[in-house]
Nanobody, 125 residues
Framework: QVQLVESGGGLVQAGGSLRLSCAASGRTFSTYDMGWFRQAPGKEREFVAAIRWSGGNTYYTDSVKGRFTISRDNAKKTVYLQMNSLKPEDTAVYYC??????????????????WGQGTQVTVSS
């Protein structure tokens, strides 16, 4: 069982930066691949970024490549999403999610077993 709590959201102007954190409970955090997803008003939840249990592999959706960086600290049981050069279209509720590590990363939402409650990110123009 893993419980996830996101923090770090807020209101920022376009071009600004935010760092989201996702703190996990449980003793097996290092055996989980982690992902960030987001849901904008009136839209479906979408994949943003994922990181392997070891931190050795990452994957991003095209719209955030070069602007967002996912990382993790297994000792602190925390995964991060550094968001730079934010755009109004990045406005959404951001969720972190966990799945037991398998042979490869996945962007498929249904494969993630545990979810946080979400944190709001609003980017003003």
């Amino acid at each position: 069982q893993v419980q996830l709590v996101e923090s770090g959201g807020g209101l920022v102007q376009a071009g600004g930066s935010l760092r989201l954190s996702c703190a996990a409970s449980g003793r097996t955090f290092s055996t989980y691949d982690m992902g960030w997803f987001r849901q904008a008003p009136g839209k479906e939840r979408e994949f943003v970024a994922a990181i392997r249990w070891s931190g050795g592999n990452t994957y991003y959706t095209d719209s955030v490549k070069g602007r967002f960086t996912i990382s993790r600290d297994n000792a602190k049981k925390t995964v991060y999403l550094q968001m730079n050069s934010l755009k109004p279209e990045d406005t959404a509720v951001y969720y972190c999610a966990a799945k037991k590590a398998t042979v490869r990363l996945t962007i498929v939402m249904a494969e993630y077993e545990y979810w946080g409650q979400g944190t709001q990110v609003t980017v003003s123009s």
